[in-house]
């Protein structure tokens, strides 16, 4: 019979010793009476110079069965590059030829009228901050594309379909960093130019309010895809700070060539004047993410309507001597300056060939935020004359909203990969309509069209106030 091992015949009996804690058995490689814990050997590692040369068969058995029996770790799997390119830079150049606009009204601000300084000095302090904004919104917009995109936050680009740019990713609802930088700037303002007791102090906050809750109802429906019959109360709902904090009067004035009928030169309308509040928010707010569909399209014509309300308010300052008419339209001011700079801001990453989309985040802040301006600053008549291409392109849309024509999920003209044109449908847009008088025109040229138009129309509510001054009101 074979005996065993010295070294064997001790490892058993200590594992004899201690079977319900093997954390506590002697290591049988150790000659000291000290617990130690138990260290595996590699099966490449030498035998140490404290083991007999003639266990060492014995313990490189042993050593093998346990490295068998235990567990091979799965190596960890190293996380996912995504090869998402970076979004193109700013459009810089474009940035500039529009900044040029500024000194007409610095001119208007300054020089042509007659300001008080105090109300010069806020003025110019909130476009300051508005400044400050546009660089901040310049810097956000990339940082924000990386974390949208890991979201799976991104479309392509249906009028570059059939292309190399068709095919890329491009990240959705980028307007949430516009509003948040816009909303920022707001609250910050407040410090400079509001007093705890001021009387206007109440109505820029529920003016924020609204802002922020279209914001965020409008990022819901870039998530969820909210369907259009619901988009329609989404504004109802956000307007609703407004309309319960709104403290300035309801009445209106009577046009002069009306009041021999009237019998009256002002109306007081009470609760139909706060439900018109409300119909013009819903309308200016779909009205902006109806007109839609270019590169460039959604905040280019925010830049024009708003460069429009700013210019309007310092002119009706200048010629006014009201107090409280001139701080109603300082008032737009407040908050249309940021919304031009932040729009500009996004314009340079969303202008042709488009490197982000707004989404429905920012036509609905941008809706929202002019609508409050022209409420508040008791100009909703001229607002609706700036907004004369979104009037007639929601003319366009009635038949398709309400159902009578069928209504395609994306009412866009159709693309020509091979000529790079655009050719306008039967759809009720005002962009498809500038195709079919117009005829086939690049993404680009058309949305510079259109935007020209948008000009003229504002150009036009200016050029009707000036005729109508003195015999209309």
Same mark, same amino acid.
């Given at each position: 019979?074979?005996?065993?091992?010295?070294?064997?015949? $001790?490892?058993?009996?200590?594992?004899?010793?201690?079977?319900?804690?093997? @954390?506590?058995?002697?290591?049988?490689?150790?000659?000291?009476?000290?617990?130690?814990?138990?260290?595996?050997?590699?099966?490449?590692?030498?035998?140490?110079?404290?083991?007999?040369?003639?266990?060492?068969?014995?313990?490189?058995?042993?050593?093998?069965? =346990?490295?068998?029996?235990?567990?091979?770790?799965?190596?960890?799997?190293?996380?996912?590059?995504?090869? &998402?390119?970076?979004?193109?830079?700013?459009?810089?150049?474009?940035?500039?030829?529009?900044?040029?606009?500024?000194?007409?009204?610095?001119? +208007?601000?300054?020089?042509?009228?007659?300001?008080?300084?105090?109300?010069?000095?806020?003025?110019?302090?909130?476009?300051?901050?508005?400044?400050?904004?546009?660089?901040?919104?310049?810097?956000?917009?990339?940082?924000?594309?990386?974390?949208?995109?890991?979201?799976?936050?991104?479309?392509?680009?249906?009028?570059?379909?059939?292309?190399?740019?068709?095919? !890329?990713?491009?990240?959705?609802?980028?307007?949430?960093? $516009?509003?948040? !930088?816009?909303?920022?700037?707001?609250?910050?303002?407040?410090?400079?130019?509001?007093?705890?007791?001021?009387?206007?102090?109440?109505?820029?906050?529920?003016?924020?309010?609204?802002?922020?809750?279209?914001?965020?109802?409008?990022?819901?429906?870039?998530? +969820? &895809?909210?369907?259009?019959?619901?988009?329609?109360?989404?504004?109802?709902?956000?307007?609703?700070?407004?309309?319960?904090?709104?403290?300035?009067?309801?009445?209106?004035?009577?046009?002069?060539?009306?009041?021999?009928?009237?019998?009256? @030169?002002?109306?007081?309308?009470?609760?139909?004047?706060?439900?018109?509040?409300?119909?013009?928010?819903?309308?200016?707010?779909?009205?902006?993410?109806?007109?839609?569909?270019?590169?460039?399209? @959604? !905040?280019?014509?925010?830049?024009?309507?708003?460069?429009?309300?700013?210019?309007?308010?310092?002119?009706?300052?200048? =010629?006014?001597?009201?107090?409280?008419?001139?701080?109603?339209?300082?008032?737009?001011?407040?908050?249309?300056?940021?919304?031009?700079?932040?729009?500009?801001?996004?314009?340079?990453?969303?202008?042709?060939?488009?490197?982000?989309?707004?989404?429905?985040?920012?036509?609905?802040?941008?809706?929202?935020?002019?609508? $409050?301006?022209?409420?508040?600053?008791?100009?909703? @008549?001229?607002?609706?004359?700036?907004?004369?291409?979104?009037?007639?392109?929601?003319?366009?849309?009635?038949?398709?909203?309400?159902?009578?024509?069928?209504?395609?999920?994306?009412?866009?003209?159709?693309? &020509?990969?091979?000529?790079?044109?655009?050719?306008?449908?039967?759809?009720?847009?005002?962009?498809?309509?500038?195709?079919?008088?117009?005829?086939?025109?690049?993404?680009?040229?058309?949305?510079?069209?259109?935007?020209?138009?948008?000009?003229?129309?504002?150009?036009?509510?200016?050029?009707?106030?000036?005729?109508?001054?003195?015999?209309?009101?």
């Amino acid at each position: 019979m074979k005996t065993l091992n010295t070294n064997t015949t $001790v490892f058993v009996l200590a594992n004899l010793q201690c079977p319900l804690h093997p @954390e506590k058995r002697r290591n049988p490689s150790s000659s000291s009476s000290t617990m130690a814990p138990r260290r595996r050997i590699s099966k490449t590692e030498p035998s140490s110079p404290e083991h007999p040369s003639s266990s060492s068969k014995e313990n490189n058995n042993h050593t093998t069965t =346990a490295a068998a029996a235990a567990p091979i770790p799965t190596p960890r799997k190293p996380p996912a590059q995504t090869n &998402d390119p970076p979004i193109a830079p700013a459009k810089w150049c474009l940035i500039l030829k529009l900044s040029l606009f500024s000194i007409p009204y610095a001119y +208007l601000l300054f020089y042509h009228y007659k300001i008080e300084p105090e109300l010069q000095r806020s003025v110019l302090i909130n476009a300051g901050m508005s400044i400050a904004g546009f660089f901040v919104t310049v810097k956000l917009i990339p940082v924000a594309s990386k974390y949208v995109l890991k979201r799976n936050l991104y479309g392509f680009d249906i009028n570059k379909k059939g292309t190399p740019q068709g095919n !890329v990713k491009v990240p959705e609802s980028l307007g949430i960093v $516009v509003a948040i !930088v816009y909303l920022v700037v707001a609250i910050l303002f407040q410090y400079f130019n509001f007093t705890a007791d001021s009387i206007w102090l109440v109505e820029y906050n529920a003016a924020l309010a609204c802002i922020c809750f279209m914001t965020l109802l409008g990022f819901v429906d870039d998530v +969820l &895809d909210v369907p259009w019959r619901v988009k329609l109360l989404l504004p109802s709902i956000a307007a609703l700070p407004l309309l319960m904090a709104y403290a300035g009067h309801t009445t209106i004035v009577i046009p002069k060539p009306l009041v021999p009928h009237v019998g009256m @030169e002002v109306l007081d309308l009470g609760w139909i004047y706060k439900l018109y509040m409300g119909l013009l928010v819903v309308f200016c707010t779909n009205s902006i993410n109806i007109h839609a569909g270019l590169n460039g399209l @959604e !905040v280019g014509q925010t830049v024009v309507i708003a460069t429009a309300i700013v210019v309007h308010n310092i002119m009706q300052i200048g =010629a006014s001597s009201d107090p409280e008419y001139k701080q109603a339209h300082a008032f737009s001011i407040y908050l249309a300056q940021p919304l031009l700079a932040t729009s500009l801001g996004l314009l340079a990453f969303n202008w042709y060939p488009s490197s982000v989309f707004v989404g429905d985040t920012f036509t609905y802040f941008a809706g929202m935020t002019m609508a $409050v301006v022209g409420i508040l600053g008791h100009f909703s @008549e001229t607002l609706l004359i700036f907004f004369l291409p979104q009037v007639l392109n929601f003319l366009m849309s009635l038949p398709q909203l309400f159902g009578f024509i069928p209504c395609p999920r994306h009412r866009l003209p159709k693309f &020509d990969p091979q000529t790079g044109l655009l050719t306008g449908t039967k759809d009720g847009t005002l962009v498809n309509f500038f195709l079919r008088n117009l005829g086939r025109k690049s993404e680009k040229a058309l949305c510079i069209y259109l935007l020209g138009f948008q000009a003229i129309a504002c150009c036009f509510c200016f050029l009707l106030r000036y005729l109508l001054a003195g015999w209309y009101k």
